[in-house]
Each structure stands twice: as structure tokens, then as C-alpha cells.
T-cell receptor
Framework: GESVGLHLPTLSVQEGDNSIINCAYS??????FIWYKQESGKGPQFIID?????DKRQGQRVTVLLNKTVKHLSLQIAATQPGDSAVYFC???????????FGAGTTVTVRA | SQTIHQWPATLVQPVGSPLSLECTVE??????LYWYRQAAGRGLQLLFY??????ISSEVPQNLSASRPQDRQFILSSKKLLLSDSGFYLC???????????FGPGTRLTVL
């Protein structure tokens, strides 16, 4: 069946380095993608989104890359900080669909 | 600006007892509303969504139900809780389909 998944369940990164979190999806109809950050005991927080008519989008210290050919999504965090430690989820949906499909999440730990 | 509230924040209930979790959104009209459940260390599972008052779509057959008695109020209920109902329950809203969803702080439910 269709699924959204993440390549690695955990990522340890040195403070100040760049982080790259990957996500693979299998639904060829996926048209809208979102990255969320979830800190322990809290609800997910929207980070950045991208639609399928784009292959790159930048925010504050974050960049999302979309490769529709291989159905791959990545989140890059520049100059990773201790506050970036959290679980990161990718989510996707086909156009005009109410439902987001979430991956299992990648736990990012920032080393001081 | 819009805000989303959930209560209670934590709840411990015996097996077989009823459940009522409430979610309210402020600062917007006619939002789409969603209930998710998150098991420990897992991704988010969509339970219900609503596009208007009294309109509820169920995604997963279970002993839970949802209601939307007012435009910005979404309630998750159960008549008899099961052990497997334990988890982190998240309410979310969006302006429309095909848009980012904004999450509430969540309710941690433990069924004993």
C-alpha cells in the first residue's frame, strides 16, 4: 500500500553542523508535503511546506528539497542548535485531500 | 491570530470508563478539524476529520466517536475505554484541504 517513511529513525548531529533529514514516499499522487517538528510532550509544529510544482523552498535556517522522480523529500537545517533537538515528521497529501499521511519520524539529537 | 486549545492535558482513566476530550479553535471560522492519535515513539494516525458542523468522517473503525456541536468545537468520545486507547491525542485545524494543519498541545491518555 501507499506509505510515507523516513530513511533513518535517529540522527545525532554536532551543534553548529548542518542536519539533513530524509523522507521517502510512495504515493505518486502526492502533491503537497509538510515537515513538522515535535518536541517531547507537545503537539507537532509546522516548519515548512512545499508543493509538487517546486523542487526547493527555503525558510529561516531550513530548506526543503523535493525530488518527484524518486519520490524523495529532505529537510536541511543549517547551523543546528540545541533547540533543534526533536522528532521530525514528514507528511504528504494528494491535492484537494483533507488527509495528511505522516511518516514514523526521525529523532534528532544535537550534541554540544 | 488563531489558537487551538485542548483539555485536559493529561487523563488517567480505568478500562470501561467513558471518555470526553475537547478541542476548540479561536480566531477563525469554519475550520477543518482533525483528531489524531499518536502511540509512543510512533507517527500520527488520523482518527476523524470534520469539514463543518455535524459533518464527521471516520478513518479508523474503533470504539471512539467524534462530534462537532459548534463551528470551532470538536469532541472525541468513547463509551467504554480499552487499554489500547492509551496514547497521545492531538487535535488539529486547517483553513481548507491541501493546506498545513496546525496542532494543539495534545492530551496524554492512560487507560489502566
Amino acid at each position: 500500500g501507499e506509505s510515507v517513511g523516513l530513511h533513518l529513525p535517529t540522527l545525532s548531529v554536532q551543534e553548529g553542523d548542518n542536519s539533513i533529514i530524509n523522507c521517502a514516499y510512495s504515493n505518486s499522487a502526492s502533491d503537497y508535503f509538510i515537515w513538522y517538528k515535535q518536541e517531547s510532550g507537545k503537539g507537532p509544529q509546522f516548519i515548512i511546506d512545499i508543493r509538487s510544482n517546486m523542487d526547493k523552498r527555503q525558510g529561516q535556517r531550513v530548506t526543503v528539497l523535493l525530488n518527484k522522480t524518486v519520490k524523495h523529500l529532505s529537510l536541511q537545517i543549517a547551523a543546528t542548535q540545541p533547540g533543534d533537538s526533536a522528532v521530525y515528521f514528514c507528511a504528504e497529501t494528494p491535492s484537494n485531500d483533507y488527509k495528511l499521511s505522516f511518516g514514523a519520524g526521525t529523532t534528532v539529537t544535537v550534541r554540544a | 491570530s488563531q489558537t487551538i486549545h485542548q483539555w485536559p492535558a493529561t487523563l488517567v482513566q480505568p478500562v470501561g470508563s467513558p471518555l470526553s476530550l475537547e478541542c476548540t479553535v479561536e480566531g477563525t471560522s469554519n475550520p477543518n478539524l482533525y483528531w489524531y492519535r499518536q502511540a509512543a515513539g510512533r507517527g500520527l494516525q488520523l482518527l476523524f476529520y470534520s469539514v463543518g458542523i455535524g459533518q464527521i468522517s471516520s478513518e479508523v473503525p474503533q470504539n471512539l466517536s467524534a462530534s462537532r456541536p459548534q463551528d470551532r468545537q470538536f469532541i472525541l468520545s468513547s463509551k467504554k475505554l480499552l487499554l489500547s486507547d492509551s496514547g497521545f491525542y492531538l487535535c488539529a485545524w486547517s483553513f481548507a484541504a491541501y493546506n498545513e494543519q496546525f496542532f494543539g498541545p495534545g492530551t496524554r491518555l492512560t487507560v489502566l
